[in-house]
């Protein structure tokens, strides 16, 4: 019977600061009724991560409008400081006058992996011009880009297939994860695997238990790109327990080749790729 590895890298962690988190859980009520049961501020997470298994946390966080992304990156940069095993895709804005200049100098941090962009609440297009900076920036730094792409769980016109695939045909060569597996569009976001080779997906959110709508496709397709799939909790922002969506996995009785490469040596592969400095990853030292 295949097991998930006994210590496991959660790629989809959100961290923000206290009042930041209580704000966008009030937003989670207000916006889709949902209301988060795990409502612990970011020491409490990192702690209970732990206890579960996580050997390794990526976390992110986003700058829902201008003007916040200085300080939030400056909390970003202190926490990483603070604890071992913890990684992050930093906030970006590209209204702020000093965007560039704060990506620049972040990406030299070896545990900031690269950015996450938020485009259902953003509100800008994947292929805006303005980002355009930021992606050969990536590039060249050989960092990564974490999108919110998908149409789950609501869309709007800046979220979506049609606008990832302009992007890519810009950058066909952007280093970037799709969260959520591209939700709802679960078929489409897969097919880009076979095309594009620097993209991933992410699981976060997409094998909650009934009555939540989400990967449907069968084990086949996940079998496929099992190489090119990172386990993600969402985690704390969750409206069942983290280890629902462990569980299911583990029902769909997949090959325990790919929960070792989903849980664990996907992870640690793409952390050393986006971290080496000299042929030297920081895992290493």
């Known amino acids: 019977m295949p097991m998930i590895p006994g210590k496991i890298i959660d790629f989809h962690v959100h961290l923000f600061p206290d009042k930041l988190f209580d704000a966008i859980w009030d937003s989670f009520v207000k916006n889709y009724n949902w209301n988060i049961i795990h ?3 970011y020491k409490e997470c990192i702690a209970r991560l732990k206890q579960g298994g996580v050997d390794i946390i990526v976390y992110s966080n986003y700058a829902h409008r201008g003007g916040i992304a200085e300080g939030l ?21 590209p209204d702020d006058d000093n965007a560039l200049e704060m990506a620049e100098r972040l990406l030299e941090n070896p545990k900031i992996l690269g950015f996450k962009l938020q485009l259902l609440v953003q509100n800008f297009y994947p292929f805006d011009a303005r980002l355009f900076p930021l992606y050969e920036m990536v590039i060249k730094k050989n960092k990564h880009i974490l999108f919110h792409t998908g149409t789950g769980p ?9 606008p990832f695939m302009r992007l890519l045909d810009k950058f066909p060569g952007l280093p970037a994860t799709v969260a959520h597996m591209g939700a709802h ?13 620097k993209l991933y997906l992410d699981t976060a959110f997409c094998f909650l238990p009934s009555p939540y709508e989400g990967y449907k496709l069968g084990p086949d397709y996940l079998e496929k790109y099992k190489s090119r799939i ?10 069942t327990p983290r280890e629902a969506e462990i569980e299911n996995l583990l029902k769909m009785d ?3 080749d790919f929960y070792d490469k989903v849980f664990y040596d996907n992870g640690i592969a793409l952390i050393r790729s986006l971290t080496e400095k000299s042929g030297n990853s920081v895992l290493d030292s």
């Open 39 to 41: 409502q612990y501020y």
């Open 154 to 162: 609501v869309g709007n016109k800046y979220v979506g297939l049609e």
């Open 185 to 197: 569009e679960y078929a489409g976001f897969m097919g880009l695997l076979g095309r594009y080779p």
């Open 73 to 93: 990156n400056q909390w970003n940069i202190n926490i990483l400081q603070e604890y071992d095993g913890l990684y992050c895709f930093a906030a970006y804005h």
């Open 230 to 239: 990172l386990y993600g909790s969402d985690y704390p922002n969750l409206i």
């Open 254 to 256: 997949l090959s325990q």
